[in-house]
């Protein structure tokens, strides 16, 4: 079977239950470039320790988003925990530009209430830490200087979700962006040494709160979400044929969608979650259907007698791209959904396969290969301009964050399968080892 075709063979088995390893992001380059800020350690007002580092969650999100880089706290010039705490001057002459700190104390009903602020440093400092502006026609003073304050109450178990929260916020507030720290991903792991060698496993953007969904004797790949993140659509070999099935994540639940003659693979939901595109051979050639998830019609949408595989919807739902050999090498394609035209996008390099577009339209993120190998590269799609953003060995099946600023993708370090991140601008770079097994086709889960 060719390469670029490995993508569409999948498998699977059984339910849910917690998995024993993790995965952890380690950084590898690019956070010399991001931008200074200051995340200072919330202070605690309880006994013993915190259950949650919040502040750690949240600079190794932001430090994570490739954009950031939080100062060490030993090289903190102070440890404030409210804005009118703060030393600006101290601050600046560091290049910090915003700090974020807070405070945690416990309910007496044992959860665990959280006190947070965003300050802006440099207006801070011209201001003094406070100005004076009109409100209801009188002159007040204001504290422009403080970009957000929040509190919230939480239990235990969600200290840390509570924390990507946070980082989201702060996220947003800093570059305009949502953030995308409060979501999951999906991904395959396969450990030759268990008795279901084949698991799909979701977890926490960052690798945490990993939870085994399914397990199999038979390989397992293509994980696709669905737009509200409810639901899992794969491909499954349990039956000794490609098979498609959509699991409810959290009722365990799962329905079999397609199991015609030969091939059944590359699921993928449709903006609205209405639709699932796939891939069938029934006819011969590989090609691409949409299935309605509610009437169960089904339409093909490529013909021919070339192979058109690895289907993905642009975001009005209007038109896919998709993978195709029709030119002889795997170049990806898009077709109008609404009168079936197809052009070609991809021309430099000499395969282009596994298209996904970032949420705005603007960029086609794909596997491209050239002399060095096959690696993740991003297309301009009004400009042509082509970069590409890594240099591992053998990288596949990319994956882009809810937000577009970055993207995860299989690759192979030291000759094993991990997982890696790298930022939609190329400057950052990350990698998630796994403790146990080869880990492959990462699906990035919607906002939460």
């Given at each position: 079977m060719k390469r670029w075709l490995m993508g569409l063979c999948l498998a699977l088995l059984s339910f849910s239950q917690v998995a024993q390893a993790e995965l952890e992001l380690v950084i590898t380059e690019g956070i010399d470039s991001a931008r200074p800020i200051g995340v200072v350690p919330f202070q605690w007002e309880g006994e013993g320790r915190l259950p949650t580092d919040l502040s750690a969650v949240?600079?190794?999100?932001?430090?994570?988003?490739?954009?950031?880089?939080?100062?060490?706290?030993?090289?903190?010039?102070?440890?404030?925990?409210?804005?009118?705490?703060?030393?600006?001057?101290?601050?600046?002459?560091?290049?910090?530009?915003?700090?974020?700190?807070?405070?945690?104390?416990?309910t007496p009903e044992g959860h665990y209430e959280i006190f947070y602020q965003l300050v802006d440093v440099v207006r801070g400092q011209l201001t003094s830490g406070e100005s004076r502006?009109?409100?209801?026609?009188?002159?007040?003073?204001?504290?422009?200087?403080?970009?957000?304050?929040?509190?919230?109450?939480?239990?235990?178990?969600?200290?840390?979700?509570?924390?990507?929260?946070?980082?989201?916020?702060?996220y947003e507030k800093l570059t305009g962006e949502k953030g995308a720290f409060l979501t999951n991903i999906?991904?395959?792991?396969?450990?030759?040494?268990?008795?279901?060698?084949?698991?799909?496993?979701?977890?926490?953007?960052?690798?945490?709160?990993?939870?085994?969904?399914?397990?199999?004797?038979?390989?397992?790949?293509?994980?696709?979400?669905?737009?509200d993140g409810k639901k899992l659509a794969y491909v499954s070999f349990e039956n000794k044929q490609a098979q498609i099935f959509i699991m409810d994540i959290y009722k365990g639940t799962r329905e079999m969608v397609a199991s015609f003659p030969r091939h059944n693979g590359s699921p993928r939901f449709s903006p609205d979650g209405k639709k699932l595109a796939m891939v069938l051979s029934k006819s011969g050639s590989l090609q691409i259907y949409v299935l309605?998830?509610?009437?169960?019609?089904?339409?093909?949408?490529?013909?021919?007698?070339?192979?058109?595989?690895?289907?993905?919807?642009?975001?009005?739902?209007?038109?896919?791209?998709?993978?195709?050999?029709?030119?002889?090498?795997?170049?990806?394609?898009?077709?109008?959904?609404?009168?079936?035209?197809?052009?070609?996008?991809?021309?430099?390099?000499?395969?282009?396969?596994g298209g996904q577009l970032t949420p705005d339209g603007r960029f086609l993120v794909m596997?491209?290969?050239?002399?060095?190998?096959?690696?993740?590269?991003?297309?301009?799609?009004?400009?042509?301009?082509?970069?590409i953003l890594t240099k591992t060995f053998l990288d596949e099946s990319p994956s882009i964050a809810p937000n577009g600023g970055m993207v995860i993708?299989?690759?192979?370090?030291?000759?094993?399968?991990?997982?890696?991140?790298?930022?939609?601008?190329?400057?950052?770079k990350a990698?998630?080892?796994?403790?146990?097994?080869?880990?492959?086709?990462?699906?990035?889960g919607p906002f939460l």
């Open positions: 949240i600079a190794s999100d932001l430090r994570r988003s490739g954009k950031f880089s939080p100062v060490a706290t030993s090289k903190m010039p102070q440890t404030p925990y409210s804005e009118e705490q703060v030393d600006y001057n101290a601050w600046t002459l560091l290049g910090v530009d915003a700090l974020v700190t807070g405070k945690v104390s416990k502006g009109l409100q209801d026609g009188k002159l007040v003073l204001t504290k422009d200087h403080v970009l957000y304050t929040g509190r919230a109450v939480v239990e235990e178990s969600k200290l840390r979700m509570y924390s990507h929260r946070i980082a989201d916020i702060v999906a991904y395959v792991v396969i450990d030759d040494k268990s008795r279901y060698p084949y698991q799909l496993r979701i977890a926490d953007y960052d690798g945490y709160n990993e939870r085994l969904a399914l397990k199999s004797q038979q390989p397992l790949m293509s994980p696709s979400w669905s737009p309605d998830l509610e009437t169960k019609q089904m339409k093909q949408i490529t013909r021919g007698r070339a192979n058109n595989t690895e289907a993905f919807w642009y975001p009005d739902g209007k038109s896919m791209v998709f993978t195709s050999d029709r030119s002889g090498k795997p170049q990806i394609y898009r077709v109008d959904l609404a009168d079936g035209s197809t052009e070609r996008l991809t021309w430099q390099g000499r395969q282009n396969l596997v491209h290969r050239s002399e060095s190998g096959y690696n993740i590269a991003k297309q301009d799609l009004k400009t042509g301009a082509l970069q993708y299989s690759s192979v370090n030291n000759k094993f399968n991990e997982l890696s991140l790298v930022s939609i601008d190329g400057r950052f990698r998630l080892p796994a403790t146990n097994g080869r880990v492959r086709a990462p699906s990035w």
